[in-house]
């Protein structure tokens, strides 16, 4: 845990919070919908201690009281949003549900090691109280409220809201957002009050995206495009930021250095890093500052397969930006010195749908001379790619699973759900750069004691880059 005395939750800067201690632990939300394993999710603690007996292993695992909610993202009550306040302690771990929009909340105050549920908030609750659905993220703010934004309203199509909780009792207060004019769709989103903004994202409306990714939805408005700009003071939503028609615009990410008025976010169709920044006039825009180019191939759902960005991270000192990509099998390293114009500087392949003894056959590749050997570790072959990742504070640490969401892992990685998802650790070069995978850390989700399960999202009990935000 996050130690610092009695000056409340997190730490006073990001540079502070890369001096704080090793990780030992972490969460990951764990997943059996879509599976044919009829179990509830459950949240797995895993021991990351390399001087632990326990090393790579699951040490606790709690489950839920419901069938196939689908937990997916989690968040904290409180965070760095509120250093210096004595009077809130990070003890509790929110776990949103994306399909059946039930939000856990889970104690990891009295044992960290063995979270136990502190309460459960039914879906009923948002329906009638927010008319939203399909929780997503979830940011503690600086007042001790909670947000936590959706992707769609209770009949299943999009809506772009946002469920205000409070901190200390966990009941529904309402909408965050305020007037009748909203985004069709939601996603992901960061804020920062220096700058009276709050920026969110697109995924799909969820009906649509529940089950797979029809082609025959796309070119329809049924995926994103956007970011979208909101005030902070006003809770209006004043501005969209086109990033392009099915571009998919997922997770959003400020430069951590609350005074930075942009930052990036990964756009999975396209395939493409934008980066948004405050304009002269008080305004935002965005740029597109990385392509990854499609691989057109032969033995796949289109001509065309892009490397599907799901997940980006900056470093705490905002010096790099990490991102992975699902179906090309990567996870690439950029030094953003120079923000405008980010520089690859490590990548490593872990998986994805072009192995050279795959089914899919790379016809035409701008980047790569042949297609990748297959990722096998302590004698398993990964399947599925590097998908949710998550940086130790001091950055030399970067941690990868490799389920995406149930629906599309059941349809672009049937064998990741026959098999499990993985967690892999892979040490990072902070001086130059570089990118390594530990040969020696492997956790295997297809081993569990239900069965093989999918491990999404991984998240530090003191808080992690993904988790704080300083304002």
């Known amino acids: 845990m996050a130690k610092c005395g009695a000056c409340g939750p997190g730490y006073k800067t990001p540079l502070d919070a890369m001096k704080g201690p090793r990780e030992e632990i972490v969460y990951l939300p764990c997943i059996y919908r879509n599976t044919g394993i009829e179990k509830p999710d459950y949240l797995a603690t895993v021991d990351v201690d390399p001087k632990s007996p326990h090393y790579c292993q699951v040490i606790h ?42 939000i856990y909340v889970v ?18 609750d948002v329906f009638w109280k927010c008319g939203l659905a399909n929780p997503h993220t979830t940011h503690c703010l600086g007042n001790g409220e909670i947000m936590i934004s959706s992707m769609g309203d209770p009949s299943g199509n999009g809506k772009g809201g946002f469920i205000l909780l409070d901190g200390e009792t966990f009941e ?5 957002e305020k007037g009748s004019n909203l985004p069709a769709l939601g996603y992901d989103f960061w804020y ?30 049924s995926y994103g495009r956007h970011i979208n700009v909101w005030d902070w003071t006003t809770h209006v939503f004043t501005q969209s930021i086109d990033l392009g028609e099915d571009s998919i615009p997922l997770e959003i990410r400020f430069l951590h250095n609350p005074d930075a008025a942009e930052g990036y976010v990964g756009c999975a169709l396209s395939s493409a890093i934008h980066r948004f920044y405050k304009t002269g006039n008080g305004n935002w825009a965005a740029e597109k500052v990385v392509q990854v ?38 996870i690439r390293q950029y030094d953003i010195s120079n923000t405008r114009k980010p520089k690859l500087v490590g990548q490593v392949f872990l998986g ?3 192995p050279r003894d795959g089914p899919v056959v790379v016809v035409e590749d701008q980047e790569l001379n042949c297609q990748p050997e297959p990722f096998v570790i302590k004698g398993k072959r990964v399947q599925g ?17 490799t389920s995406l969401y149930s629906g599309w892992d059941k349809q672009f990685y049937p064998d990741l759900v026959k098999e499990g998802s993985v967690m892999l650790q892979v040490d990072v070069n902070t001086e130059k750069g570089g990118l390594k995978v530990n040969k020696n850390f492997l956790v295997d989700f297809g081993k569990e004691p239900d069965g093989p399960v999918l491990a999404h999202e991984i998240r530090y009990p003191g808080g992690d880059c993904s988790s704080d935000i300083w304002i």
Request: hydrophobic share 35%.
């Open 385 to 401: 790619g590097p998908q949710m990742i998550q940086l130790s504070l001091d950055g030399k640490r970067l941690y990868v699973s």
């Open 352 to 354: 994805g749908k072009i």
């Open 61 to 102: 695992r709690l489950p839920m009281p419901n069938l196939r909610d689908e937990l997916h993202h989690s968040g904290w009550n409180t965070c760095s949003s509120s250093f210096g306040d004595v009077t809130k302690k990070r003890n509790r771990l929110l776990l949103p549900s994306l399909i059946s929009s039930r």
């Open 293 to 330: 180019p499609s691989k057109k191939v032969n033995g796949w759902l289109f001509p065309d397969m892009p490397g599907l960005i799901t997940d980006i991270l900056i470093s705490l000192d905002d010096r790099f930006l990490y991102f992975s990509n699902w179906f090309h099998g990567d």
């Open 172 to 176: 529904v207060k309402g909408n965050w």
């Open 192 to 221: 920062q009050p220096r700058h009276n903004v709050l920026m969110s994202t697109e995924w799909g409306i969820p009906k649509v995206l529940a089950n797979g990714l029809d082609p025959a939805d796309l070119k329809t408005g």
């Open 107 to 124: 104690d990891v105050g009295t044992n960290m090691r063995a979270p136990r549920i502190h309460k459960m908030i039914e879906p009923v």
